[in-house]
């Protein structure tokens, strides 16, 4: 029984031999076909700042080409300028409404009465 376990073993271990070497020369010819990029003269990170690119106006121009040449339909800027109304409405005219409401006149006079008085607080 002993005689048979040593046999066994020893052919594992040159199974495992065998194996070893020819992993060994796969990587070999893996590495050797694998050709290293030429490197900069500085490693770049994510927190490298950019060389400034100095333009001169042109790329805006030709970049927004339609823009510049009004060529865009005016709806867009129709939508934004009724926003900013609308925005203007929301917050101011129920506020002039209750001045005018209460008062008589949608905005008050500057330096004009008002119902507080310096005793009364």
């Known amino acids: 029984v002993a005689h048979g376990l040593a046999c ?3 052919e ?3 199974l495992l031999r065998a194996a070893s070497r020819f992993g060994s020369a796969a990587a070999a010819r893996r590495t050797a076909v694998v050709a290293k990029a030429p490197t900069a003269p500085f490693a770049r990170t994510f927190v490298t700042r950019s ?3 100095l333009g001169h106006n042109l790329e805006d121009h030709y970049d927004m080409a339609e823009f510049m040449c009004k060529m865009h339909h005016p709806l867009g800027e129709y939508l934004i300028w009724a926003v900013m ?3 203007f409405l929301v917050s101011f005219a129920p506020m002039m409404h209750s001045n005018y ?5 949608f905005m008050p006079k500057d330096q004009g009465n008002t119902q507080l008085c310096d005793d009364s607080w």
């Open 101 to 105: 409401y209460f008062t008589g006149r």
């Open 8 to 10: 066994e073993r020893s």
């Open 12 to 14: 594992v271990m040159s």
């Open 51 to 53: 060389l400034p690119r």
């Open 85 to 87: 109304c609308s925005g």
